[in-house]
């Protein structure tokens, strides 16, 4: 039925759709004839409306004039460009330049959060995050937008303040789903970004964009074709651009998020059907070949754009200008462009608390003074995201006491804080034994304090109990904080020798404790502290490979860690430094007091675009103590020597060395995860006075890595010296 209509709308505007004879100005018989106004709807369709760029392009080049132009999703994002005065050309470099990967996964980088941000990404290495802002609850898309306002706010910003879209180069509209009401919005005013921002907000992918008690997604849920916006602008002459797909599978209406995802086209076909029929000429672009999320494929589907239009020359070419008209015209066009952007002289930032909005400003200050760099803002605003506290930043152009300035918004997530992070810990390096922990992080910001939190981790299986911690800088922008502490933890910890289980003990350990510390930068911090406690390990089963002890425990710590990695879980570039220093006034089953150190050390490099080497060295020493209790450090296991058994060597001094190669095999959904890679790593270590049979512990492993939803997922095997030899698998840290 609908190739019927689709068919018949073809037939109709063939025949029908000729210039008509020229038309005199309403209201005055007497005047000059005046030509037929144009007006373009453009559809919606994700990177398949990349596609218009191609007919606009044509356009152009057979010097047909576009009066008016409106559009939905992206069809709005490439018509609301082109209204700015952006030619076809620049916006098919736009397209090219674009890391979609990126703009369409909506991540902060790891180099871009905040130190505190960056941690809770190390130790939770998964997408699962719950807010508690409102009672459970998820964030509205799986992409808050970020990336995607950034790109339209460079694009548009000498347009802020815009009293009417009619005073654009070209008079635009694009259509946006008001969910409150119901309702299809028509965006003729206001905020160009913010229009531009809603038309794109694809539900489920993108979060909605909110302006006061309006709630707005994207257009096409009802108007996908907005010919009739075209209509109501004044055109004499509609033209639409269809974006013709590929037929549905049945087998692709198999899962839930299938028959979702197939209900929502089914009423977009219906308005885009609606759409079809109040236009007068339709060019089809045929994308079958394509889909929506192509967005890396946009040079050829502005190509496609450019055939399609090319297609229907005998039905467009009559309404194209001579020269002498057509320079007329691109001449009254371009003297209502905005090209020139004020150097701002303030800063403002809305959309938060009086506090912490001058603590914002105070950070933005450099911007001040200064010609506006985008790539610069886009760096300040992204890393206000990386606080944790804010889904997006957006910026625009404002007036104040005769000062010209920046207006940033930064828009506060509305499920949380407080934030719930969940992970999970597989262990299944050891065939009869896989071991399974099941991690929380509750966060609260601010609770003591502006930039103050209160961070709370509770585990569940292998390993059960609970550690909190209060974080307090000395001030609003003090790098000085304190952080005072504590722990109750318990914990199963075995011993194998190869693949057999040879003893295994439970650990019970409570502490409580106060750091004081420096943080220099967002990659870099300093504590030092002093906590106390108690300990008790003792044997349940197996052999004795250390003596059972309790009692108390008290050190005094220095911990620094400097981390210059490009990703948290798969890192291809950058390095990172970690190490302790502890000296133990008191340790169940020592003589006396000790020191300890353990230091380690990471570097990745790229060779090539898709493949990586990274080298990664630790080690630990007691300084020759001998009897300080239980032993310090253990080697064996998942990146410890994988072809070996769980803590097979112990000790109190060591070193392990590891070299290895990541390549990057495929990308995966953004829904699924990121990246999936070949792994291939040898190792070997050394732990002084161990008893064991291996002179110089070495081996080589080999797998698959995967960055899941869930968390980093490692399949693979190990041939060690003396028979050391394992298949594995793990879900969680691999480095």
């Not at 076809?88 to 674009?98: A, D, G, H, L, W």
């Not at 797909?245 to 885009?272: A, H, M, W, Y």
């Not at 985008?374 to 006491?401: E, V």
Request: proline share 5%.
């Amino acid at each position: 039925m609908f190739v019927f209509l689709v068919t018949a709308c073809f037939a109709q505007q063939e025949t029908s759709a000729q210039p008509p004879a020229t038309i005199a100005a309403p209201g005055d018989q007497a005047a000059k004839p005046r030509r037929p106004r144009i007006g373009v709807a453009l559809e919606g369709g994700g990177a398949l409306g990349f596609a218009h760029i191609g007919v606009l392009r044509w356009f152009e080049e057979h010097h047909i004039p576009i009066d008016y132009i409106a559009g939905t999703s992206m069809g709005g994002l490439i018509g609301g460009l082109y209204a700015t005065g952006q030619s076809p050309k620049q916006m098919e470099e736009f397209v090219r330049e674009q890391d979609w990967d990126t703009v369409i996964a909506g991540r902060t980088a790891y180099e871009d959060l905040s130190y505190r941000r960056k941690e809770d990404v190390r130790a939770f290495q998964n997408a699962i995050k719950l807010g508690l802002k409102n009672g459970f609850s998820v964030a509205s898309g799986l992409n808050a937008g970020h990336e995607v306002s950034m790109i339209i706010d460079r694009e548009v910003l000498p347009y802020s303040g815009l009293s009417s879209f009619d005073d654009l180069p070209i008079p635009f509209r694009c259509v946006a789903t008001d969910l409150v009401s119901a309702k299809e919005v028509v965006f003729s005013q206001g905020s160009l970004q913010t229009a531009l921002r809603a038309t794109m907000s694809i539900p489920g992918l993108f979060a909605p964009v909110h302006d006061g008690d309006k709630v707005y997604v994207d257009g096409g849920l009802i108007g996908n074709l907005p010919t009739d916006v075209v209509r109501a602008m004044g055109a004499d002459i509609v033209i639409a651009v269809h974006l013709d797909t590929t037929p549905i599978d049945p087998k692709q209406i198999q899962s839930v998020f299938g028959v979702l995802g197939r209900s929502i086209d089914v009423v977009i076909r219906d308005n885009e059907i609606r759409g079809m029929r109040n236009a007068d000429l339709i060019v089809n672009v045929d994308l079958r070949a394509y889909n929506s999320l192509d967005y890396n494929k946009g040079g050829s589907i502005v190509g496609i754009g450019t055939e399609a239009a090319a297609a229907k020359a005998r039905v467009l070419e009559p309404y194209s200008m001579d020269e002498t008209a057509w320079q007329e015209y691109l001449q009254a066009r371009k003297a209502r462009e905005r090209r020139t952007v004020a150097v701002p002289q303030f800063v403002r930032v809305e959309g938060t608390n009086p506090e912490a909005a001058r603590n914002l400003e105070k950070f933005l200050q450099p911007l001040v003074g200064k010609p506006v760099n985008s790539a610069r803002l886009n760096q300040y605003l992204t890393r206000l995201t990386g606080i944790g506290k804010y889904d997006s930043a957006d910026y625009a152009l404002a007036h104040r006491d005769g000062q010209d300035g920046l207006t940033i918004t930064v828009h506060e997530k509305t499920y949380a804080p407080p934030i719930l992070q969940v992970g999970f810990s597989v262990d299944g390096s050891e065939n009869d034994d896989v071991s399974f922990t099941l991690l929380t992080r509750l966060t609260f910001m601010d609770i003591a304090g502006y930039r103050s939190e209160w961070r709370t981790d509770v585990q569940f299986g292998n390993t059960y109990g609970v550690s909190t911690e209060l974080y307090r800088p000395f001030a609003a922008t003090s790098r000085w904080f304190v952080a005072p502490h504590a722990d109750a933890v318990s914990t199963s910890f075995k011993v194998f020798v190869k693949n057999n289980p040879h003893a295994d003990y439970r650990l019970y350990r409570t502490h409580v404790g106060t750091d004081l510390g420096y943080g220099f930068n967002r990659f870099t911090e300093l504590r030092a502290g002093y906590e106390v406690g108690y300990l008790d390990a003792h044997l349940r089963l197996g052999t004795p490979e250390f003596a059972s002890i309790a009692g108390r425990v008290g050190d005094t710590k220095l911990h620094f860690l400097a981390t210059h990695l490009d990703d948290p879980i798969a890192p291809r570039d950058g390095y990172s430094f970690e190490s302790t220093f502890q000296w133990f006034d008191t340790n169940p089953g020592a003589t006396g007091s000790f020191p300890l150190l353990h230091a380690e050390g990471m570097y990745f490099k790229p060779i090539t675009h898709p493949a990586s080497l990274f080298v990664q060295a630790e080690g630990g020493t007691a300084f020759g103590s001998r009897r300080i209790g239980v032993p310090q450090f253990f080697l064996g296991g998942p990146a410890r020597l994988s072809a070996y058994g769980t803590n097979e060597f112990f000790g109190n001094q060591f070193y392990y060395f590891r070299a290895g190669y990541l390549h990057d095999l495929l990308t995966l959904p953004p829904f699924v995860g990121k990246k999936v890679y070949a792994f291939g790593a040898y190792e070997f270590g050394k732990m002084y006075e161990s008893p064991t049979a291996s002179k110089f512990p070495n081996d080589i492993a080999a797998g698959i890595l995967a960055e899941t939803a869930v968390g980093p997922l490692l399949v693979g095997a190990s041939v060690g010296d003396s028979g050391h030899r394992k298949w594995f698998f793990q879900l969680g840290h691999v480095f």
